[in-house]
């Protein structure tokens, strides 16, 4: 059974810094691309950060760029997101999830598509003095 | 990066009624569109992908289509667990986006 269990969320003050976990289960890693994506109380979802399931490539977006660093340890099956330099407009729920994919094929070219098709329960990041 | 507008952002419907929610990108993402469900506190749940992939166990009363910029969810026949708030998203960058969201609630 796939599962996804973040850690690492709490209080912190502005400018701090902090490291998620996102503890993963029923699968490895090198085989999936794995996204950050957060939500703020009250409002939307936002994607934060990916890495690419040979670990090579990783992904920002502008918001967190030169702040937050993704990076995965597959030995320990485990997804981190180091955030630095924090504002209280990082304050959110921070929910990993596993980049599933279809492949569709059509006239000799090959098409994949991704989504998110197992998300973890998330951690709460609070921003405050 | 591509926005992905979501219309309207909440409606009201009844038990039994269709219900369509529409998805606009800023720029052609031909079908790389997902829609997700999600209830307070809860993670998100994939319901489509591919703009009109059933995924698996969700039920056939949830349908997508589009291509390109627009795109719709639509509902056929709603019921009490379907009242919570949608989302799509595009994976069509690497930068990936979500619409605004789109709550349904109870008439």
């Known amino acids: 059974e796939v599962q996804l269990v973040e850690s690492g969320g709490g209080l912190v003050q502005p400018g701090g810094s902090l490291r998620l976990s996102c503890a993963a289960s029923?699968?490895?890693?090198?085989?999936?691309?794995m996204h950050w994506v957060r939500q703020a109380p009250g409002r939307g979802l936002e994607f934060v950060s990916a890495?690419?399931?040979?670990?090579?490539?990783?992904f920002y977006a502008d918001s967190v760029k030169g702040r937050f660093t993704i990076s995965r340890d597959t030995s320990k099956t485990t997804l981190y997101l180091q955030m630095g330099s924090l504002r209280t407009e990082d304050m959110a729920v921070y929910f990993c999830?596993?980049?599933?994919?279809?492949?569709?094929?059509?006239?000799?070219?090959?098409?994949?598509?991704?989504?998110?098709?197992?998300w973890g329960q998330g951690t709460l990041v609070t921003v405050s003095s | 990066d591509i926005q992905m507008t979501q219309s309207p952002s909440s409606l009201s419907a009844s038990v039994g009624d269709r219900v369509t929610i529409t998805c606009r990108a800023s720029q052609s993402i031909s079908t790389y569109l997902n829609w997700y469900q999600q209830t307070p506190m809860k993670a998100p749940k994939l319901l489509i992908y591919?703009?009109?992939r059933l995924q698996s166990g969700v039920p056939s009363r949830f349908t997508g289509s589009g291509s390109g910029t627009d795109f719709t969810l639509t509902i056929s026949s709603l019921q009490p667990a379907d009242f919570a708030t949608y989302y799509c998203?595009?994976?069509?960058?690497?930068?990936?986006?979500f619409g605004g969201g789109t709550k349904v609630e109870i008439k």
């Open positions: 890495i690419t399931s040979d670990g090579g490539t990783t």
């Open positions: 591919a703009a009109s």
């Open positions: 998203h595009q994976s069509y960058s690497s930068t990936h986006t």
């Open positions: 999830a596993r980049e599933g994919s279809y492949k569709y094929e059509s006239s000799g070219y090959s098409y994949t598509f991704g989504f998110f098709d197992y």
């Open positions: 029923g699968f490895s890693l090198s085989n999936y691309a």
